[in-house]
């Protein structure tokens, strides 16, 4: 509960108590520093602002599952889309890690193209790529996902999980409420996106 005291005729919130020990531990955790993780929050802005902002010509966002391995055909497919589009001058940006994120930037290296790696920081999983020429590195996913949308004027999905369809339907979402301007959000792979595509019609 909140524990509330008057002040000169108002009311003034103070901490949040309770007496279950193990809720008070999580309060306390959710509650710590908040007013300085802005400044953290504010950084991370900043600087994939001032990093990307200097990619030159125009930029596509590949999203797609990071357990792919090099011998499956989804992560050759990717090597070869991204490698195609590079050498047309386009940026690829991924989101760093392996899979299909390391295909991607796979592509764009061996073309001579821009290669951009925004890095998400995990427990597990998450190591950033060996082929990325511009790296990131973020904590905050929403900040991270800012910098997909903003610099890229297409979106290329291959088959993934929770995180691919996070990523997608928030684009999805800012174009159909008109925060951002209409783009292409391409899902690469009939028999993978097919069901999703009957659900949502």
């Given at each position: 509960m909140i524990h509330r005291r008057i002040n000169n005729g108002g009311y003034e919130e103070t901490a949040?108590?309770?007496?279950?020990?193990?809720?008070?531990?999580?309060?306390d955790y959710f509650n710590a520093g908040d007013s300085?993780?802005?400044f953290r929050i504010m950084s991370e802005f900043v600087d994939g602002f001032d990093?990307?902002?200097?990619?030159?010509?125009?930029?596509?966002?590949?999203f797609g599952s990071a357990?792919?391995?090099?011998?499956?055909?989804?992560?050759?497919?990717?090597?070869?889309?991204?490698?195609?589009?590079?050498r047309h001058g386009y940026a690829i940006i991924t989101g760093g890690g392996p899979g299909i994120m390391e295909a991607a930037n796979?592509?764009?290296?061996?073309?001579g193209g821009y290669s951009v790696g925004l890095n998400i920081n995990l427990p597990f999983e998450q190591e950033p790529n060996i082929f990325t020429n511009l790296p990131l590195s973020f904590k905050?996913?929403?900040?991270?996902?800012?910098?997909?949308?903003?610099?890229?004027?297409?979106?290329?999905?291959?088959p993934g999980g929770f995180g691919t369809l996070d990523e997608a339907f928030e684009a999805i979402t800012l174009i159909q409420t008109?925060?951002?301007?209409?783009?292409?959000?391409?899902?690469?792979?009939?028999?993978?996106?097919?069901?999703?595509m009957d659900w949502i019609h």
């Amino acid at each position: 509960m909140i524990h509330r005291r008057i002040n000169n005729g108002g009311y003034e919130e103070t901490a949040r108590r309770t007496t279950d020990p193990q809720q008070q531990y999580w309060l306390d955790y959710f509650n710590a520093g908040d007013s300085w993780r802005l400044f953290r929050i504010m950084s991370e802005f900043v600087d994939g602002f001032d990093t990307l902002s200097g990619i030159k010509g125009p930029a596509v966002s590949f999203f797609g599952s990071a357990r792919t391995t090099p011998d499956e055909t989804y992560y050759k497919l990717t090597v070869a889309i991204a490698g195609e589009l590079s050498r047309h001058g386009y940026a690829i940006i991924t989101g760093g890690g392996p899979g299909i994120m390391e295909a991607a930037n796979k592509g764009a290296t061996d073309s001579g193209g821009y290669s951009v790696g925004l890095n998400i920081n995990l427990p597990f999983e998450q190591e950033p790529n060996i082929f990325t020429n511009l790296p990131l590195s973020f904590k905050y996913f929403f900040v991270r996902k800012v910098m997909f949308i903003k610099y890229a004027m297409a979106f290329i999905c291959m088959p993934g999980g929770f995180g691919t369809l996070d990523e997608a339907f928030e684009a999805i979402t800012l174009i159909q409420t008109r925060r951002i301007k209409p783009f292409p959000i391409i899902l690469v792979g009939t028999d993978f996106w097919s069901g999703l595509m009957d659900w949502i019609h």
